[in-house]
């Protein structure tokens, strides 16, 4: 995998996808924000029920997590009286959050974006963010398997058959695949053609 400098959408939708499905699994309505890099809007969701200030605490965690470059939780402990980042949490017009529910998203080391969740415990807010990264490992994982499948900024004319090859190689393995496995391969091809 080439380093990579943005997420493709596709790819955060099925991280936003992802987060909604493990609240629902727990039964607690959440929001759900990806951010780039620098922390702009990507992708966002909102279940029904949510509480109503989950909607800002979501996008602030992510924003947090992409600006910061780091867990929301981790900035929490580093922000405390007598620690490194004191006083971090009032700068960027309060849009800091300190704390969990906020992580980056990277990929080859790289910051390429980050994901912000909230409604329920700050356990459960993690909890369900993780279920997302976890998902983006899977996500990385299929695009190391399909390292023929970029094609370059100029398409050539046997572009096709290369993607044709590469998917041929990798899919075998999701004949009985489940939803989230399927989901998983789909965003690994979104890596690996990004």
């Known amino acids: 995998m080439r380093p990579r400098f943005a997420l493709p959408d596709l790819v955060a939708?099925?991280?936003?996808?992802?987060?909604?499905?493990?609240?629902?699994?727990?039964?607690?309505?959440?929001?759900?924000?990806?951010?780039?890099?620098?922390?702009g809007a990507q992708w966002f969701a909102?279940?029904?029920?949510?509480?109503?200030?989950?909607?800002?605490?979501?996008?602030?965690?992510?924003?947090?997590?992409?600006?910061?470059?780091?867990?929301?939780?981790?900035?929490?402990?580093?922000?405390?009286?007598?620690?490194?980042?004191?006083?971090?949490g009032n700068g960027h017009n309060g849009r800091i959050v300190l704390f969990g529910g906020g992580f980056p998203?990277?990929?080859?080391?790289?910051?390429?974006?980050?994901?912000?969740?909230?409604?329920?415990?700050?356990?459960?807010?993690?909890?369900?963010?993780?279920?997302?990264?976890?998902?983006?490992?899977?996500?990385?994982?299929w695009a190391k398997r399909m390292p023929g499948l970029w094609l370059g900024e100029n398409l050539p004319p046997q572009a096709l058959a290369t993607v044709v090859e590469a998917l041929r190689r990798a899919l075998p393995e999701l004949e009985n695949a489940?939803?989230?496995d399927a989901a998983a391969a789909i965003g690994g091809v979104a890596l690996a053609l990004s």
């Open 178 to 180: 489940s939803a989230g």
């Open 13 to 39: 939708e099925i991280l936003v996808s992802t987060a909604r499905a493990a609240a629902t699994r727990i039964g607690v309505p959440m929001a759900v924000a990806v951010v780039d890099a620098e922390g």
């Open 105 to 141: 998203l990277c990929l080859d080391g790289r910051v390429v974006g980050a994901i912000g969740v909230s409604g329920g415990s700050v356990a459960q807010d993690m909890a369900v963010a993780h279920a997302a990264l976890h998902r983006l490992g899977e996500m990385a994982d």
């Open 46 to 88: 909102r279940q029904d029920g949510t509480l109503p200030i989950s909607t800002d605490l979501a996008m602030n965690k992510a924003y947090t997590a992409a600006v910061i470059r780091m867990p929301t939780d981790e900035l929490g402990r580093l922000a405390q009286p007598g620690a490194p980042l004191y006083g971090v």
